[in-house]
């Protein structure tokens, strides 16, 4: 492990709980699931984080527990706070669905100006006749 998150320590080679970091993360969940803004909810935890850190703990999948670190909320509290999480930025309108682009539609009319001018070198003359083409919109 490169990190261990807030709220665990590593002891004898296994992560445990530290009991008063852990205290915290749930404020930090109660909070912001109760309505409190990110860094309202973290300062009220007795954290100081910015809007980003708090996202991010709220979105760490090791306060639910696997098989390396114990859980510390309960999944329906982190659910909760994830699913508010979406629906903020919904509203703000942080976050746009993906559309899949349309294929783009070759022009299949075209019209060519009458040919005035002719040209010794070919470059020219092609450079000429391709400047001539219109496309038509339908």
Same mark, same amino acid.
Do not use: C
């Given at each position: 492990?490169? &990190?261990?998150?807030?709220?665990?320590?590593?002891?004898?080679? +296994?992560?445990?709980?530290?009991?008063?970091?852990?205290?915290?993360?749930?404020? *930090?969940?109660?909070?912001? /699931?109760?309505? =409190?803004? %990110?860094?309202?909810?973290?300062?009220?935890?007795? *954290?100081? %984080?910015? &809007?980003?850190?708090?996202?991010?703990? *709220?979105?760490?999948? &090791?306060?639910?527990?696997?098989?390396?670190?114990?859980?510390?909320? /309960?999944?329906?509290?982190?659910? +909760?706070?994830? /699913?508010?999480?979406?629906?903020?930025?919904?509203? =703000?309108?942080?976050?746009?669905?993906?559309?899949?682009? *349309?294929?783009?539609?070759?022009?299949? +009319?075209? @019209?060519?100006?009458?040919?005035? @001018?002719?040209?010794?070198?070919?470059?020219?003359?092609?450079?000429?006749?391709?400047? =001539?083409?219109?496309?038509?919109?339908?």
């Amino acid at each position: 492990m490169t &990190h261990t998150p807030y709220g665990y320590r590593i002891e004898g080679g +296994k992560a445990v709980i530290d009991e008063t970091a852990a205290g915290q993360v749930k404020e *930090l969940f109660d909070g912001y /699931n109760s309505g =409190l803004a %990110l860094t309202v909810a973290a300062e009220r935890a007795g *954290l100081k %984080l910015y &809007h980003a850190s708090a996202k991010r703990m *709220l979105q760490n999948e &090791h306060y639910v527990g696997d098989e390396y670190y114990p859980a510390i909320v /309960n999944s329906d509290v982190f659910n +909760k706070a994830n /699913n508010e999480i979406r629906r903020r930025a919904l509203a =703000l309108g942080r976050i746009k669905e993906y559309k899949e682009p *349309l294929p783009p539609t070759p022009q299949t +009319k075209f @019209k060519m100006g009458r040919q005035t @001018k002719f040209f010794d070198d070919p470059f020219a003359q092609a450079e000429y006749m391709y400047g =001539l083409i219109e496309s038509e919109v339908d």
